[in-house]
């Protein structure tokens, strides 16, 4: 297993436009959060899946975000209408039972 | 509701030993994480440790929790220059029951050789 997969890496958009991310977990991990981490600071939590139902969402997930995972393996992040303020880097991470969260190289979106 | 706050910046010799200090606020998270991210890449699981144990070692790092005083420090032995890099800390969320990770704002490691 190669760990955590994002697609794209990176990302460059006019504002407006609507963008969508990809994420595959590892191999039969049953959990999927989205994280988001912008310049000098730690990532913060979007959202959690475990396997296809979506369990939580923070209030920084506006209504222009929206999360998929409908088989419960992969899973997708959309934003619509994008503005500045949502250049960022868009973190994926899952995990199974254990402790342990498996971060992927992330997609960095810059809004222009 | 939950903090994690992490000094910004540390800067040591090569060779030398590192200490990267952290203090949360959530006396419940059952476990505490350190994660290190390299310019433009994804957090790297470092290592972590469950909140009934004070001190944990692997290899080169060792990690020790203060739970009395919510303190989590991260040694790193015989400090190299491919150490370099941002160092976040980071607690699991026990009340929402979802296993999520709050992170702190990361501290910057230079190691000058």
């Known amino acids: 297993d190669t760990g955590v997969s994002q697609n794209p890496r990176h990302k460059i958009t006019k504002r407006g436009q609507n963008v969508t991310f990809r994420c595959d977990p590892i191999?039969?991990?049953?959990?999927l959060y989205w994280y988001r981490q912008t310049l000098g600071q730690g990532p913060e939590f979007l959202t959690y899946?475990?396997?296809?139902?979506?369990?939580?969402k923070s209030r920084l997930l506006s209504d222009r975000f929206s999360a998929e995972r409908p088989k419960g393996s992969f899973s997708t992040l959309e934003i619509q209408r994008t503005e500045q303020g949502d250049s960022a880097m868009y973190l994926c991470?899952?995990?199974?039972?254990?402790?342990?969260?498996?971060f992927g190289q992330g997609t960095r979106l810059t809004v222009v | 509701g939950e903090d994690v706050e992490q000094s910004l910046f540390l800067s040591v010799r090569e060779g030398d030993s590192s200490v990267i200090n952290c203090t949360y606020t959530?006396?419940?998270?059952?476990?505490l994480y350190w994660y290190k991210q390299e310019p433009g890449a994804g957090l790297q699981l470092l290592t972590y440790?469950?909140?009934?144990?004070d001190m944990k070692q692997d290899q080169r790092l060792t990690v020790l929790l203060n739970k009395k005083d919510k303190h989590l420090s991260l040694r790193i032995a015989d400090t190299q220059t491919g150490d370099s890099a941002i160092y976040f800390c980071?607690?699991?969320?026990?009340?929402?029951?979802?296993?999520?990770?709050?992170f702190g704002q990361g501290t910057t490691l230079q190691v000058k050789p």
């Open positions: 959530d006396s419940s998270s059952t476990y």
């Open positions: 440790i469950f909140s009934n144990m």
């Open positions: 899946f475990q396997n296809e139902a979506q369990l939580e």
């Open positions: 991470a899952s995990r199974q039972g254990s402790p342990e969260a498996f």
């Open positions: 191999s039969e991990h049953n959990r």
């Open positions: 980071a607690e699991q969320v026990v009340s929402s029951n979802t296993g999520k990770l709050i």
